[in-house]
Structures are given as structure tokens and as C-alpha cells.
């Protein structure tokens, strides 16, 4: 099994690096802090719900392994970023407005579906999102390209969102010789978490105006 994604085009991703230039480019202060904690956030909760994932695993020991190891990945990823963001100046802050529902959901519910299908649906969405991810860091790398502590945690993340994505890509094309309707689910996939995150940055942006008003009356 190839554990290593080595590249991710545009169109996977439905993101290219240079709109994360231009976004970032775009935004301010502000702005850019809240990009920073979203990120944050996303990378910290998403560790914590996959080691949920992962201990309720019993019978795919292959799928536990990963899974497991990617949920010390992303927290290990959130710690970072709050590195990066204390390094640029920014101020780590809670995030309110969730872009993929996390901060709702009750990891226990997970057991209540069956085993297969609880890691089929992890598959699916987890390879939209570090599909994305990898590019988001991509885009990062080049706006920080002069910045050796930043790119430093930047290139380890990148990384390790490769792997995560050679594993599950590579299950995903063998249970599609056989079941070709995920071929499908996995472009609906990609393409819900990107008008998702369409809609997100906006509730972002708003957000952070508020606060940046707030900080200064």
C-alpha cells in the first residue's frame, strides 16, 4: 500500500495554492489571525475526534494503526500552529464559527453505526479535507517562504497530511474496483466541503471585524 501521496493537484483539492496567496494577500490583521485559528482549530479537534474514531475500532487493525497515528498528527499540528500564531504576533482565540461541524458533534455517537461504515465515512471526509489542507499549506509555505521557523513546522505538517493521504487513497481505489458508486462519494465529497468553506470564510471575515471593532471602542 503506497503510504506516501506525493502530490495534490487543483482540482483534487478544488483549491489552488495561489488562491491561498491571494486570500491571505487580501485580508488584515484580523483577518489573518482568524485564518490562522481556524486552522488551528480544525487541526486540535479534529486530533481529539479521531482518537475517539480510533479506539472504537476493534476489528480493522490496519485502519486502527492509522487512524491512531493521524490523531496524534493533527494535535500535534494544532500545537504548532499555536506556535506560529504566538511567533507572528498573533493572539490565539477561541473559535466560535466551525466550519465542519466539529464543534458539535459527540464523538460517542460514532459507535452507534457499524465498523465498516464508520471508517468508509472517515475515509471519504477526511480525504476532502487534508486534500484541501495540503494545498493550504502549500499556499502557507510561499507566503512564509522567508520565515525558516514558520516553514519549519509548515514542511513537518505537510508531511505528515501526504501520509495520511496515501494511506486512505489507496484503500479507497481498491474498495472502488468493487464498489464503483465511491468514486462518486468521494467526488461529492470534496466538492461539499469546498461550498462549506465557501460560506465559512465569510462568517470569518464578519467575525473578525467584530472582534477587531470590540478590541478597539
Known sequence: MDTLKTHVTDEEARLSADDVVRRWQQLDGPGREAFLNGV????MRGGALLAYLAESVAFDKDARKNIMRQARDEAKHGYY???IIEHLGFEEHPVVDDPLGLGS???NELRDVDEETRILFFMLNTEAIELRASVIFDGLNRIFADDPFVGRYLNEIRYDEMFHLGWIGSRLDVLA????????????????????????EKQVDAAARERASSSSS
Open 40 to 43: 488551528r482549530f480544525t487541526e
Open 81 to 83: 500552529f499555536s506556535q
Open 105 to 107: 458533534r459527540n464523538p
Open 177 to 200: 474496483e468493487t464498489r464503483p458508486e465511491v468514486d462518486g462519494w468521494r467526488e461529492a465529497s470534496r466538492d461539499a466541503l469546498a461550498g462549506a468553506l465557501a460560506a465559512y
